[in-house]
């Protein structure tokens, strides 16, 4: 079942109807997702591989940075590359771990300096209410920091806490500063069926995949591990359901040719013992995994703002 083009892109607009947010969450969240997906079917190529997926893991805070060693020994046997989201003051006070992410080929994202309403750094700051030239400076004070303690220069950013705190006046200031994308909003918050797609001035924006039980959510291992909200305690039990949930993407991405973009928080993937399992995974069903600079520099399929 392909979801109607002009339901679709009407239930787009409604991430803030909680009655339909509602309804679709606990009567058919799975059946939604895919019927969402299944209209990738021919509009992407990805080589000869099924599908293609980007792992992307947000180094917000110490605990997460200092399990960066972690995650990199578990991504080695596989030659993954990763996408990793960086806070430029966590960079400068650990550039040791930084560091190793780029020696091992992986790649380095522009997270802003000090992450607005990370409550260690910048308490009571929301990324999308601070000025323009508040913005701006937060980008370019994580750019250079990258720049001389990492020797490299970060072409994309995710905005901190994205999601609903997302605007997309964030496209003009990453023009000024040369960047090339942003993966900073989701899935069932566009009309591309969750391809990255040409937002505006140039930017390619990657929309982060949402979760099979709650399409209206972000998949991420916060939002099934550590949420605090009773609906998503009733809906998830853990690693476990973690586990099954990925599993369900991958196999909604083979039999779509979809495109997947995953989001994870190191802590919480080094305290998983079933991330190992999830590499698996992703080797068994022969997907193209990428990051998101590979999949520009290879020409990989861009959709229109429209889809």
Known sequence: MVLPERIYRWIATQNSNLPLVGLVTFTAPGLFVKSILNGN??????????????????????????????????????RYKASFAV???WVQKYPKEHAAVVEQGHEIMNHTYSHPD???????????????????????????????????????????????????????????????????????????????????HGIVEFPLTTCPKHPFTVFDTWHSLNAQRLSHRL????????LELFRDLLRMARETGSYLNIYMD??????????????????????????????????????????
């Open 235 to 242: 809906l998830h039990r853990g690693p476990e359901s973690y």
């Open 118 to 200: 990370n409550e260690l750094l910048n308490p009571g700051r929301k990324f999308r209410y601070i000025s323009k030239d508040e913005k701006m400076e937060e980008i370019v004070k994580c750019h250079e920091i990258c720049k001389s303690e990492l020797g490299i220069e970060p072409i994309g950013l995710r905005i901190p806490h994205f999601k609903h705190l997302f605007s997309s006046d964030i496209y003009a200031l990453l023009s000024e500063v040369g960047y090339r994308y942003s993966s900073s909003t989701w899935l069932t918050n566009t009309t591309t069926r969750g391809l990255p797609f040409q937002a505006e």
């Open 41 to 78: 079917r021919d509009k992407s190529l990805w080589a000869s591989k099924k599908a293609c997926v980007t792992l992307s893991f947000d180094c917000d805070y110490p605990d997460d940075v200092e399990a960066i060693p972690a995650i990199l020994e578990m991504l080695k046997p596989y």
């Open 87 to 89: 806070v430029g003051h």
């Open 266 to 307: 190191p802590l919480d993937i080094k305290n998983i013992p079933g991330f190992e399992i999830m590499l698996k995974l992703l080797a068994d069903e022969d997907l193209d995994v990428v990051t998101y600079s590979q999949y520009l520099e290879r020409g990989m399929h861009i959709a229109s703002p429209n889809g």
